[in-house]
């Protein structure tokens, strides 16, 4: 339950974005008060008020590696968001591969491998790597978005340069297994990147242990700040980077650093990775109930098939034939419910959204799903009502 401004409403949304937690909002407090209180450094000014944002940016830096990790603080990079972090980390590591294959003679054009699951964040970075000179293609999935090793394995060749898998998929939860995808692409001799925002807090994540070359995180997801995301770059990773300007971030990505946005965001990973595995107990119980219960009704099925393998905790999404998910995400909406659909909306057409389309869900089929998404404060009772909620607009 939450407080709205003029009402009180049921947020199940928590994929799209999560309400701040308490620790990102006390470490962000000292520099959201205007002077002559507020701190207000720039971490890169060499007098006393800059030193101390330095040393609060630094501190948050080795928090972060610690809780992501990371063997240095240094591989650790803050960002605007998990959109910069998954471009960068895609765009900057092929460049820097393809020249440095080049430098040693291998004159082939360089290509990238990712599935077709992907966020648009790493989708279109791919899409800027074509107008660079890149090949791209995919890897195939199965009906549920799981990727098999072997299935990489019939990919990979000699001129890929970088894999870009995700390690769970935002729209329908889709577990997929980084450490093996990873170990594949490197046999191959390519890197590995992977963007884990909606992996962080929900399940197990440990970049080191894992095996990956980059990982791409977001504050927002996990209590934190809108607009601040993570780039972990292992050391000695080939990167270029393409926001170029006053060096910082150890020249990986300038512009002033967002110490607010930092701090709250180093509060809420580490709030996060600590209550993960309470938050996959209490939120998998959840899901199969909310699924069983959701799946019960006439015309409703799962969108995924959850024997197929493993799901996070946090994602449910149906699929409710002869409906269409913007009529009932505004009808739950006005019920008091934020939920989202697989659907994007364009000017004159319903098209289902391109992980849909890439299960092989059917477009009539896709135009009805809806996303309901948990986070710390969901409990049972939100979950119950939620169901009333749905069989009244569904009915
Ligand atoms: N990657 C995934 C899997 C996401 O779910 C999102 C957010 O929806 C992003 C990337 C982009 O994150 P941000 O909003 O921090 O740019």
């Given amino acids: 339950m939450l407080f709205g401004s003029n009402r009180t409403y049921i947020y199940l949304d928590n994929a799209a974005t999560t309400p701040l937690c308490d620790a990102a909002a006390e ?15 720039n971490a890169n000014s060499l007098h006393s008020i800059g030193r101390e944002a330095f040393s609060e940016l630094e ?93 990489l394995e019939r990919v990979m060749r000699e001129d890929t340069v970088l894999v870009s898998i995700m390690a769970v998929n935002n729209e329908v939860g889709t577990v997929l297994d980084t450490a093996a995808l990873a170990k594949t692409a490197h046999r191959h001799g390519a890197l590995f990147h992977v963007d884990a925002v909606q992996a962080l807090g929900k399940i197990p994540f440990d970049v080191g242990a894992l095996g990956v070359d980059a990982a791409s995180f977001s504050s927002h997801k996990v209590g934190g700040p809108q607009g601040v995301g993570i780039m972990y770059l292992k050391t000695r990773t080939p990167f270029v980077a393409y926001m170029t300007g006053g060096g910082q971030e150890r020249g990986m990505r300038s512009g002033t650093q967002n110490i607010a946005g930092i701090l709250g965001c180093a509060a809420a990973v580490e709030h996060a990775v600590a209550l993960q595995p309470a938050f996959a107990e209490r939120a998998t119980k959840l899901r199969d109930s909310l699924y069983q219960e959701l799946c019960s009704l006439p015309k409703v099925s799962a969108t995924v098939r959850l024997e197929s393998g493993e799901f996070a905790p946090h994602i449910v999404n149906v699929c409710v034939s002869g409906m269409e998910s913007q009529t009932m995400i505004l009808q739950l909406d006005l019920r008091g419910f934020c939920v989202s659909g697989g659907s994007a909306c364009s000017s004159n057409s319903l098209d289902p959204s391109h992980v849909l389309s890439a299960l092989g869900v059917k477009r009539n089929l896709a135009q009805g799903s809806l996303r309901i998404s948990f986070g710390e404060i969901t409990d049972e009772a939100d979950v119950a009502s939620f169901v009333e909620a749905f069989k009244e607009v569904v009915s």
């Fill in 59 to 151: 501190d948050a830096r080795v928090r972060v590696a610690r809780a992501l990790g990371a063997q240095r603080p240094d591989e650790i990079v803050f960002t605007s968001g998990a959109t910069e972090a998954d471009n960068a980390a895609i765009i900057g590591m092929a460049l820097a591969e393809r020249d440095r294959r080049r430098l040693r003679g291998n004159a082939a054009l360089g290509r990238v491998v990712m599935s077709r699951i992907e966020h648009h964040a790493v989708l279109h970075s791919a899409a800027m790597l074509k107008r660079l000179g890149f090949e791209v293609d995919f890897v195939d999935n199965d009906a549920s978005g799981h990727i098999g090793v072997e299935a």
């Fill in 27 to 41: 470490a962000m407090a000292p520099y959201m008060k205007a002077a002559p209180d507020g701190a207000f450094g």
